[in-house]
């Protein structure tokens, strides 16, 4: 799973709410062309924007009556996941190949993003011996 993620804090780049028009339609094209390329190597498993932390709500539970539901946004949240790709690779190698063409797409200016993208493997199962 390749997860985007964005902080104001290490963003290199002024927030998407200030892009020119021309910048928004190359950056989406881009994440357009990045899936269709997955797809057609049949790496792609899913990818999807999420949309912006304010329409997040934070959900606890312990297991007894009405769960808790915490609304946003907050003012001390710094990070927050932009969205995700799952794809099916070979090798952790290409995982981090299409990680990092990822990172480059095109911001303002057509200058790319540097946008970290968190690598992580999903889990099938506990181990047998468990």
Same mark, same amino acid.
């Given at each position: 799973?390749?997860?985007?993620?964005?902080?104001?804090?290490?963003?290199?780049?002024?927030?998407?709410?200030?892009?020119?028009?021309?910048?928004?339609?190359?950056?989406?094209?881009?994440?357009?062309?990045?899936?269709?390329?997955?797809?057609? $190597?049949?790496?792609?498993?899913?990818?999807?924007? #999420?949309? =912006? +932390?304010?329409?997040? !709500?934070? @959900?606890? %539970?312990?297991?007894?009556?009405?769960?808790?539901?915490?609304?946003?946004?907050?003012?001390?949240?710094?990070?927050?996941?932009?969205?995700?790709?799952?794809?099916?690779?070979?090798?952790?190698?290409?995982?981090?190949?299409?990680?990092?063409?990822?990172? $480059?797409?095109?911001?303002?200016?057509?200058?790319? #993003?540097? =946008? +970290?993208?968190?690598? !992580?493997? @999903?889990? %099938?199962?506990?181990?047998?011996?468990?």
């Amino acid at each position: 799973m390749l997860l985007m993620q964005f902080s104001e804090q290490t963003a290199d780049f002024p927030g998407i709410g200030t892009w020119t028009a021309e910048e928004l339609k190359a950056h989406i094209a881009f994440m357009t062309d990045t899936n269709g390329k997955l797809a057609e $190597a049949g790496e792609l498993v899913d990818a999807q924007g #999420l949309a =912006m +932390p304010e329409t997040a !709500r934070i @959900v606890r %539970s312990h297991g007894r009556g009405v769960p808790v539901v915490t609304e946003g946004p907050y003012p001390e949240t710094k990070e927050f996941l932009a969205g995700y790709w799952i794809v099916d690779c070979d090798k952790p190698e290409r995982a981090v190949e299409i990680a990092a063409a990822i990172s $480059a797409a095109p911001g303002p200016g057509g200058t790319p #993003l540097n =946008m +970290p993208i968190e690598v !992580r493997q @999903v889990m %099938s199962a506990p181990p047998g011996e468990m």
